[in-house]
């Protein structure tokens, strides 16, 4: 069965990370902060989903 939470956040940290690059953001405005919560998010849900 898909994993619709985890799609929705790797959509997210994808759409982010493209808007970042384009735009040349430096570390430490918003959408790079999110970027990390994203990571960490990811991180935790697919360690939970291991056991």
Do not use: F, N
Request: with cysteine; aromatic share 4%.
């Amino acid at each position: 069965m898909a994993d619709l939470y985890l799609k929705a956040l790797e959509s997210e940290r994808k759409q982010l990370w493209a808007t970042c690059r384009l735009k040349g953001l430096p570390v430490g405005t918003p959408e790079r902060t999110r970027i990390a919560a994203l990571d960490e998010l990811i991180g935790e849900h697919k360690a939970k989903r291991k056991g």
